[in-house]
């Protein structure tokens, strides 16, 4: 067990000295505001928040922490949902958000280097002139570094991939200080080992990213969208593994389980019934295949049964139905008021999405607990947002998220399909990757020998 | 400096033990066929041959290896082109050959997992039935496991990736003899570290694939084929950033340099004359979107000054037109008999990519020297062969590729798009990562202590 040294005076006066008196705070309210990301895990104040706004104060910070045996976390938005940046062990909070700088748009290349406390959807708003977009979509603002750190996801990863696929190269300051790059901005690259991918996804605990390339996508000139329902699951999944089947490159296919399309069809007005419900988006170069495209997926839906069919390449039909998708939690918070909620992530093997479905419906029926069913069917991802109202409704919630964890490794599938392992999957990781764990823990130990980085997170 | 330990009668006794009497060979006819890939770099003799059967037998070559302290260098077929397999230092050589089953097709999943000594072209001729197949094509029957060991690419990673994105999990027998499980059969992963892509392109430094799980890509339903030859690389490489910046998901872009063009012409019969030409494939869902598809790719090649422009939806006509591309070599080498080739192998920011094979054009101006230029332009990748009959060209075939290496990586660009680094790009890893190296340095001491895998290979 590592033990931590405190956040000394002398600490203090070393950090404002890198980073200047006025981006070094010890005041209650700054420690309370990152404390807690948006899950339901239990806040911890840090000792220090500290604002960096070079990679090299970065560097200088983690070098000063790892002299003082103390803790570094680092925050981006604060939008994570596995408690991923809570400073667990006290210590330094390492704030991103003045890090938010465009460094360079490579229009010709499809790239875009940027510093990681930028959000995502304020990079895209910055693109659209250029006709450019970065695919990952997580929802909320969720900073770039927590993306990379996470390897988020969100739903067009089905067609884009999900974060790791999407970036290139970045500048990473290790434990000791150092300050390194990896990647190349070639999208292509052989040389050497992949520390790219290496510390994308290791949650900071393995490095602080300090930049990053990143690859975009040409904005598609059509985008159209569609709505199935089905009379079960099982019918629902059969037609996403067919559509994908046809080679067709569909960009978003989410599913929604009956439950949830109940409450979507009462607070929203939408058709969708009490039916399991598959949302689909195709982007396309012109219309006249977009038209083809979605002949297509209706056939396939109609011959698998879809008892509703509904198909749109107008713009603002197509982004209400999306409306309605991205608030489907904001109507369950209204539906349910007054319940707190746990939000699971796993994923499988596609071919097993109705199992997964089926497990995580009886396990909610096992602890008598409603849970939304909302999921990224295109890539075997599923939610499960459950509601509690009190420590026993918590207890149970969690086992429901055993339950179904369990079931999704035995499938073959993954305890976090995008929101990290952070506090709660810990727990998880030995069932999932058995003896790799091992080398896990070995090359935390390579990278992080005071173990200083985001403790408590990741390894068990 | 590591040293290590020659190859016992002791040694050899165990590994009958393990392997059967069979599978370990001293013959100099078996160690010859095994002591050079399809590079320039010169033969090396291991000191024996093992094959292995299983993973589990890997793993207990490897333990028994650490223990005597003898180089272990893993061979799957032998096509690689930077001396990646080469026995440098003696030892084993561990011919993966006999492990070339597949394991299980996951049709619904668009998944297969198989042994590492089988041939991707094996693999995807057992696939067809199943309107599947692996996307990756480097050329030549490359064995999976050594795809997977150089992050081996091809024509078609513009739109498919590399092998590093068309795997989910692996096993992998470390040094010391532990076999582990990476990754997983979800496509959507975020538990813990990236330890997948940390053993894809580690060129067998640092464990031996044993087993792989694949992304599998629907066959397209068309496929369609575009020549488009331009009066300079400029307005060439122009058009395929126009293309990519329609959202057309081309399936490859290929670059001919105009000598080469010649060559084809001449050869082959095909109209390229000598222009810079690009030769493309498309994927479709359906026929009417392939038509749209070229029509807009003509509409930007002709306004983009192509002097030559042909599309064609016929499969006769479109195989054609590969064979000749992937005869191209073949073609060279009968215009230029007896002649050696270096095969270089470079990739930048596609932006950049008039400025490489300007830089390719003056390097071999400069020496004197013919090279013909073919790359994978979509994403940046090119290739130029050099021919050299002596030793003092092939000094000259060195300093070419000093040269252009050097301007890749001032681009921006890699040392290696695709052939891995071997033997031959070790020089440039610190000019392309400078200080990154250490931290590889320190994972592999972290993986194999006693520096038995594939000794020589990727760190300088």
């Known amino acids: 067990m590592i033990s931590y040294n405190p956040v000394t005076d002398e600490l203090l006066g070393r950090l404002a000295a890198v980073v200047g008196e006025a981006a070094v705070s010890t005041a209650e309210a700054e420690r309370q505001a990152r404390a807690k990301d948006m899950s339901h895990h239990a806040a911890h104040l840090s000792e220090a928040v500290v604002w960096p706004q070079t990679a090299e104060q970065v560097a200088a910070i983690l070098r000063l922490a790892h002299e003082a045996g103390v803790p570094v976390t680092p925050w981006g938005a604060g939008s994570s949902l596995e408690g991923n940046p809570i400073p667990l062990h006290g210590g330094l909070l390492l704030a991103m958000e003045r890090m938010d700088r465009v460094v360079a748009v490579h229009p010709a290349d499809f790239q875009v280097t940027v510093q990681p406390g930028l959000g995502y959807k304020d990079l895209n708003l910055r693109l659209a002139p250029d006709g450019l977009f970065f695919a990952p979509d997580p929802g909320a603002n969720a900073s770039i570094g927590g993306m990379l750190a996470n390897n988020a996801a969100g739903s067009r990863t089905v067609k884009y991939g999900a974060t790791k696929d999407n970036v290139l190269a970045m500048q990473v ?11 190349s901005r070639s ?184 849970g939304s069913l909302i999921g990224h069917a295109g890539d075997g991802n599923l939610h499960v947002a459950v509601a509690y109202s009190d420590d026993d409704g918590l207890r149970r919630a969690e086992r429901i998220n055993e339950a179904v964890v369990s079931q999704a490794i035995a499938l073959g599938g993954t305890s976090t399909g995008e929101h990290g392992v952070g506090i709660g999957k810990r727990q998880f990781m030995v069932a999932e990757h058995a003896t790799a764990v091992d080398v896990m823990r070995e090359i935390k130990q390579t990278l992080d020998p005071r173990g200083i980085l985001n403790p408590g997170k990741v390894l068990p």
Chains 1, 2 share one sequence.
């Not at 300051?173 to 990647?183: E, F, P, Y």
């Open 187 to 370: 999208v292509k690259q052989s040389a050497g080992y992949d520390l790219l991918h290496l510390f994308v996804g290791s949650e900071g605990t393995l490095g602080v990213i300090t930049e990053a390339t990143l690859k975009l996508v040409p904005r598609p000139a059509v985008m159209s969208a569609v709505v199935a329902t089905f009379p079960a699951v099982a019918a629902a999944i059969e037609a996403v593994v067919a559509i994908r089947g046809t080679g067709l490159d569909v960009a978003a296919l989410e599913f929604v389980g009956a439950e949830t399309a109940a409450v979507a069809t009462r607070e929203a007005g939408v058709d969708w019934g009490e039916r399991p419900t598959v949302l689909m988006e195709i982007h396309a170069a012109h219309s006249a295949s977009a038209e083809l495209d979605l002949a297509l997926v209706q056939q396939i839906c109609r011959e698998l049964g879809a008892t509703g069919f509904r198909a749109t390449m107008d713009p603002t039909e197509r982004q209400a139905l999306w409306h309605v998708r991205h608030h489907l939690f904001e109507m369950l918070l209204r539906a349910f008021p007054g319940t707190h909620w746990i939000v699971l992530d796993i994923a499988v093997p596609i071919s097993s999405y109705p199992e997964l479905v089926a497990a995580a419906e009886s396990a909610l029926a096992a602890e008598a607990m409603f």
């Open 173 to 183: 300051a290790l434990a000791d200080g150092r300050l390194i790059r990896v990647g």
